[in-house]
């Protein structure tokens, strides 16, 4: 009798081993399923933020250069104006040491819109595009549809025309 006692022991050991082996696989299975959920919900929160991040440096560069568009635009005014009073002084006096002066304002100030991407629109002897120029007159003489004058520089910013070039086209 004490051996099927031990006999019975062993067996209901056996089985409850098994019952708890089988009790830790499933717990093992679920926690592999949890972890996963929360793998995948860990990477689309990844994602996005990535998003997120490049949606507001977009955002960011919108603002900058239409910062840069307000903040530049009442300077080229300013730029016009150098470039009248450098055509209207005599040639007699250019190397004098009040111009030479004035003409290095002029330059510090063409570095500073070129350190901002500020390029001028090509004109004279071009082909007349109309979204770089605007043509204010139409002259005789030259092959149709080219520039015979810029009568004010146009400007652009990375590709983008701030303004167009004022021009005089052949007919």
Do not use: C
């Amino acid at each position: 009798m004490n051996e099927e006692n031990n006999a019975s022991s062993v067996a209901s050991a056996k089985e409850e081993n098994t019952t708890e082996i089988e009790n830790l696989k499933l717990e093992i299975e679920n926690l592999r399923k949890q972890s996963d959920e929360y793998l995948n919900g860990w990477k689309r929160a990844k994602a996005d933020y990535l998003n997120l991040k490049k949606e507001m440096e977009a955002q960011n560069n919108e603002i900058k250069a239409w910062m840069s568009k307000v903040f530049i635009l009442p300077l080229l005014g300013i730029m016009d104006s150098f470039d009248k009073a450098f055509g209207s002084i005599p040639e007699n006096i250019m190397k004098e040491n009040w111009v030479e002066g004035i003409g290095g304002i002029r330059k510090q100030f063409e570095d500073f819109l070129a350190a901002q991407g500020i390029e001028t629109v090509k004109a004279a002897g071009e082909k007349f595009d109309p979204l770089e120029h605007e043509a204010v007159e139409s002259v005789e003489g030259g092959e149709a549809g080219t520039i015979a004058e810029e009568l004010q520089k146009g400007y652009s910013i990375k590709g983008e025309i701030l303004r167009p070039a004022k021009v005089k086209v052949y007919k």
